[in-house]
């Protein structure tokens, strides 16, 4: 099943040699004919790593496999499949992620731990890891550092465009880049969407550091976007720091050396994960929601969570209506303290309602211009206090339901 | 906007006259032409009331009177209009709501709160109360104890069909009934859902009893459906004990006496949640979901409910596909404890994976013939504990799309 390129689909950037890391992309026929769906990437020695994953209690072997490689702190190579996600595999699962592991360790000269596995596909059927182990020698010796893009299409499912992000930093006066690939919310026809994400910069970054930078920047990046509420069993943030940059020591805890760096890792996994909303199944309209006024900024997430995740207010984009009573709905649904008579909502930074009341003559047509656009604004002020949150979401289409209903047997 | 009615609708039973209720319905033209849209009921002195209203934290102006009201634990009237749901109407909300019940409380000769409200329909306009007022003198003078079913339809928004329910039940050797009617599902084209239900028996029980059992009822029912996890702001659910019936004396906290009442009104409010359900947007299939095994209820409703809640989940009924990988998905995102390797999954009763793995060679000709019914039967068990509870919801189609979607201005 293939799906036409989402209109709101941006153009993979430019993607220059990272010093430290090595990647390719081969076709193991995994489950796809006539296409990449085997992504090896080889890290110089002394990489650190940080990860973050699925929050699902179901979640797939190789997130329990990372989890575990993670303790070490050390990466020297990282194998991802497209085509099979090997989820609900059993022992048999964890087996075909250790032999994955097992043969990259062998090329790469590391120990197997310090090689990261994510996988992508259907779920349920056995990984055929003989076809990865046979096809990783010939991928190994084809590995450069120039074929970003390969790797960036290599680890597709049913995603219609590939997705990257470039950002520099500096750390003690000194240049440093991040750079990322990302997949998601295409579809395994018909099996569950994943985002996978893998991140690298060439600064020397001491892996507790990586850590809590990552898990703050994933917050407010793949933590506040939804496609449609559900949580893939093999969603995977990876970040490698490959230490080949020549600048100043970084301590073990980071700290304010690291401010820039933060900012820029940011930016990279905001604009990896709006990309992937941008091809959220079906999406026609991206739709950013900024919610004020609420009692803390973690209320505020709540709200605008709740928000992202109503099929009414998402049906209601599609539909090109500037609904707010659906958004107070949702509003009201999240158990947040809300105060029905200071509730405003603005469309388009139009303020349709305050103090609980539509506005009386407000100016419709610049809402109206507004809905039709690709690019949606919803904005909501509690009037409660100081809280702040902004989320990321599609419009619920019959594009989903054409993807998701379509039968599979 | 009209809808076909739903392939999954149900016939309205016999409702014959309950002693201590006196109803009608008519047309007062608050928004909708040629149909009736304003309900009122007359209860006999004496009447004892419970309700349990949305947890939506922008409730319209109706609920808070309810709640208000009900502090007083009697009731003499009931007031309903559908068009419009008198949501987010601030001050002016209040007064038109307050207006309605006095003009009731007048031709009734009651306190004004003694008078329940109800609104559903589209939100953030003023309620034009003096059409109520106005037709109210009407209503009241034309009341009869027969007219249950002009009354289930006066309610009606865009639903498709007419819901209502009856049972009978014994307190103390004497014969009681219980019956109800109850909309929801359908949509004020195009703004929110509401789920209405009113329920009356004519049997003698102090408020407080009935409250407790009332909340229990609504527990294992109206709280376990799910259409497509949105709130509405005016969901309302009021039990009217008329005194009637002659049997003998209930205590104030009800007890053993009312064992097979509570039974009874707890199969009233299931079969009126479920017609909600079957009337769902779109709807074209009715889905159960059964879990066991989990570590104990509450954890077994939240992942019920996370499967209900499943977009994926919904959208592969829709397609008929018995699509087990996204069941595991929906329990794993739920929260609550899970073991991957313990998991069983069972569609129409054939079990398709156990223990973590699909089972070799299931039978997979029934659950294809299962998933081609209207009635879609899901089971999962954790493996884990004796946790056990059930949820209803219904598929996720391009019905819900074109009723939610079309555009309003």
């Not at 304010?256 to 996994?269: G, K, M, T």
């Not at 997430?301 to 709740?306: D, L, N, P, T």
Request: charge should be neutral; aromatic fraction near 4%.
């Amino acid at each position: 099943m293939t799906h036409p390129v989402s209109p709101l689909a941006v153009t993979l950037p430019e993607m220059p040699p990272l010093p430290g890391v090595r990647l390719g992309a081969a076709a193991a026929g995994i489950r796809y004919k006539g296409r990449t769906d085997l992504v090896m990437v080889e890290l110089a020695q002394g990489t650190t790593v940080a990860g973050v994953f699925t929050r699902n209690k179901c979640p797939g072997a190789p997130i329990g496999w990372c989890r575990e490689a993670l303790k070490g702190g050390q990466a020297r190579g990282l194998v991802v499949n497209a085509g099979n996600a090997n989820v609900f595999t059993g022992r048999a699962g964890e087996e075909a992620a250790r032999r994955s592991a097992e043969a990259a360790a062998k090329l790469l000269g590391c120990a197997e731990e310090e090689v990261f596995l994510a996988s992508t596909g259907v779920i349920g059927e056995q990984l055929p890891y003989e076809r990865i182990v046979s096809a990783l020698p010939a991928l190994h010796n084809a590995l450069t550092e120039d074929t970003w893009h390969d790797a960036a299409r290599g680890i597709m499912t049913t995603d219609t465009f590939p997705k990257g992000a470039v950002r520099t930093a500096k750390i003690g006066g000194q240049t440093v880049r991040i750079q990322g690939i990302a997949k998601g919310s295409g579809m395994i026809a018909p099996d569950m969407a994943t985002m996978l994400c893998f991140v690298f910069t060439d600064a020397a970054i001491p892996a507790a550091a990586l850590q809590s930078m990552l898990g703050k920047a994933v917050k407010t990046s793949f933590n506040r976007i939804t496609v449609d509420s559900d949580t893939s069993t093999s969603d995977t943030v990876l970040l490698f720091a490959t230490g080949q940059a020549d600048h100043p020591d970084v301590p073990e805890t980071g700290g304010p050396a690291l401010r820039d760096f933060a900012r820029a890792l940011s930016e990279v996994l905001l604009d990896l994960a709006l990309q992937v909303v941008r091809d959220g199944e079906g999406a026609q309209k991206l739709i950013r929601i900024d919610v004020e006024g609420a009692v803390s900024h973690g209320s505020a997430e709540k709200i605008a969570m709740s928000i992202a995740n109503s099929p009414l207010v998402k049906t209601a984009v599609a539909g090109e209506d500037a609904n707010w009573g659906r958004i107070v709905m949702a509003v009201g649904k999240a158990g947040e303290p809300a105060d029905r008579d200071k509730l405003g909502v603005a469309v388009g930074g139009v303020w349709m309602a305050r103090n609980g009341g539509v506005i009386d003559g407000y100016d419709e047509a610049p809402v109206v211009a507004h809905m039709k656009g690709r690019e949606i604004n919803i904005a909501v002020d509690l009037g409660l206090g100081k809280g702040r949150a902004t989320a990321w979401t599609c419009d619920l289409t019959h594009g989903y339901i054409d993807i998701n209903g379509s039968y599979r047997s």
